[in-house]
């Protein structure tokens, strides 16, 4: 049990686009999830937290008008990088916890690299 | 500030046993949680300790001490498999994880 997904596993885009990243809790409603991003050997910085139904909180220097998250329902959240720059490139994972709350079950990360 | 120190690397033999300590200074504390995290992969987690003392999960064992700011995970005969980075972290009073820069661990034959 505990599975939680992401999509897509990898992306390349250009300078200038947007990407969405999915997160989803396959076997039970995640009432919150989380957003990390991860540079390559250092640890991983909470982004946002995110609620069902309710406005993200982000985290000290996050941007929320670049990084856009939307929790639809309690198995879905996405994040969207608007105006993809070269250093948003990074491996994104999202938690998510159930109503226990004090587990965090991860995806498998999505590593986005921006040319 | 937040802050938690864990070592940077550690190295270890097949067959043996490690402790990979963690201190961590955080406004708010529920519990500290272990995570490993191969290289390319995503964290999985471990274990969670909430109140003081060992808990043990096979060959894996966490313990707290909250008096102390302090936990270790202890990983006993260990396997080629166990080089990952460990990860420690606190879930504050809002449920939100903190982690520690993680520590390399290397497992030699």
């Known amino acids: 049990g505990a599975v939680v997904s992401q999509h897509p596993s990898r992306v390349i885009c250009k300078s200038g686009t947007s990407v969405k990243i999915e997160c989803r809790s396959l076997d039970f409603q995640a009432t919150t999830m989380f957003w990390y991003r991860q540079f390559p050997k250092q640890s991983l910085m909470l982004m946002a937290t995110s609620n069902e139904g309710s406005k993200a909180t982000y985290e000290q220097g996050v941007e929320k008008d670049k990084f856009l998250i939307n929790h639809a329902s309690l198995t879905l959240s996405t994040l969207t990088v608007t105006s993809a720059h070269p250093e948003d490139s990074s491996f994104y994972i999202c938690?998510?916890?159930?109503?226990?709350?004090?587990?965090?079950?991860f995806g498998p990360g999505t590593r986005l690299t921006v040319l | 500030g937040q802050s938690l120190e864990q070592p940077s690397e550690v190295t270890a033999v097949e067959g043996a046993i490690v402790q990979i300590n963690c201190t961590y200074q955080t406004s708010g504390f529920y519990g500290l949680s272990w995570y490993q995290q191969h290289d390319g992969g995503a964290p999985t987690f471990l274990s969670y300790?909430?109140?003081?003392g060992l808990e043990e999960t096979g060959r894996f064992s966490s313990f707290l001490s909250r008096s102390d700011s302090y936990g270790y995970l202890l990983l006993q005969e260990l396997q080629m498999k166990d080089s990952a980075s460990y990860f420690c972290?606190?879930?504050?009073?809002?449920?939100?994880?903190?982690f520690g820069s993680g520590t390399r661990l290397l497992v030699r034959p």
């Open positions: 938690s998510a916890s159930d109503q226990g709350g004090d587990t965090q079950y």
């Open positions: 972290a606190v879930m504050d009073s809002s449920y939100k994880l903190i």
């Open positions: 300790n909430a109140l003081d």
